[in-house]
């Protein structure tokens, strides 16, 4: 394609003449300001000859690959436009909205699955979320694919990153390009919560802190019937007694720990309840005896496939009873 354009722009011979014209620089024969005047200028006419015949590029490319909107599937909807996002199932995986012709890369090293009506809490966002399952058992967490890809520094550290975003609006924005082209390339892998902590979507369902891991406990997407809490930054999970029925994030925290207060609902014919009472509200951090009627699991943070070997462990892979928040 480059050949049928401007076949210079893969031939050896224009870097050769600016390496001639360097070294003519460096013994004094040329002017400096001359030769960077004359190699801009070549590359600003290339650039408007490359730009004015595209078309035989898009040409080649037409015959060789699919269109993003000719082998996507619907699967949730963006929340500018209302429109459905297709999902490319890759790799890498990532939606694209044919309207706006804008990727969304998602993250890798889990399972993406559509959570239908389920919206995103933030502020102008409000595109709908998808399901995100890792690790082995498998922890699932909302996504929402706009914020995992335009997170605010405010949130908090970014999964699977060493460094903060920058304060600075320009540098954070070359941050996030940077990111965006390690997830497309497959090399960046989210094994843990999409999402920060900070993110006004996990701070809905935290339910208690997890101190081995700096990360937070919050409510398992899936939520019943079989009820439990996960951490966003390590394998861990916190299972629920199975007499429970129900379980409702209440809105209301709890002061101390600034934890949302649990209302829970148990069988009638298997309440641990005094008197036979069924339902009480409690905070789960607080709640000794929860605790200790709960079974903790520390897994592995890599989902296991069929056929497969599965992934590096996490914080071991003992399982048992436990006192839940620890």
């Known amino acids: 394609g480059y050949h049928q354009i401007d076949a210079s722009l ?14 003519k620089v460096a013994k004094g024969i040329a002017n400096k300001d001359a030769v960077l005047k004359a190699a801009i200028s070549l590359f600003e006419d290339k650039f408007k000859n490359f730009v004015e015949n595209i078309s035989k590029m898009d040409l080649l490319f037409s ?5 993003l909107e000719d082998i996507g599937k ?4 963006c929340g ?3 429109r459905y996002l297709q999902y490319i199932t890759g790799p890498p995986a990532r939606l694209y909205n044919t309207t706006t012709e804008t990727v969304y890369p998602l993250p890798l090293g889990g399972v993406i699955k559509e959570w239908s009506g389920q919206k995103c809490p933030v502020e102008g966002c409000d595109f709908e979320l998808c399901m995100y399952s890792v690790g082995q058992p498998q922890r699932t967490f909302p996504l929402c694919p706009n914020c995992f890809n335009n997170p605010k520094a405010e949130w908090g550290k970014i999964p699977g990153e060493e460094n903060d975003l920058s304060s600075n609006p320009e540098d954070r924005e070359d941050e996030l390009k940077e ?3 390690r997830t497309v390339a497959g090399r960046a892998f989210t094994l843990e919560c999409p999402h920060p902590d900070g993110h006004p979507l996990i701070k809905k369902y935290q339910i208690a802190r997890d101190p081995e891991s700096d990360g937070v406990f919050c409510m398992d997407a899936h939520f019943g019937p079989k009820w439990r809490l996960i951490s966003t930054r390590s394998p861990t999970i916190i299972h629920l007694p199975k007499a429970i029925s129900k379980i409702t994030v209440l809105d209301r925290l709890d002061e ?17 309840l005094e008197g036979g009472e069924t339902t009480y509200v409690t905070c789960f951090e607080k709640d000794e005896k929860l605790k ?6 520390h897994g592995n943070e890599r989902t296991q496939h069929k056929g497969g070997r599965g992934g590096r462990g996490g914080r071991g892979k003992r399982g048992g009873r436990g006192r839940g928040g620890r």
Request: glycine share 0%; hydrophobic share 25%.
């Open 10 to 23: 893969v031939l050896p011979k224009v870097r050769s003449d600016i390496e001639s014209q360097c070294n």
């Open 63 to 67: 015959s060789s690959f699919s269109k």
């Open 74 to 77: 619907p699967f949730t909807r």
């Open 80 to 82: 500018l436009t209302r």
């Open 179 to 181: 990111r965006q082209i």
């Open 256 to 272: 101390d720990t600034s934890c949302h207060m649990l209302k829970i609902e148990y069988k009638a014919d298997s309440t641990p």
């Open 292 to 297: 200790e009627k709960s079974q903790t699991v």
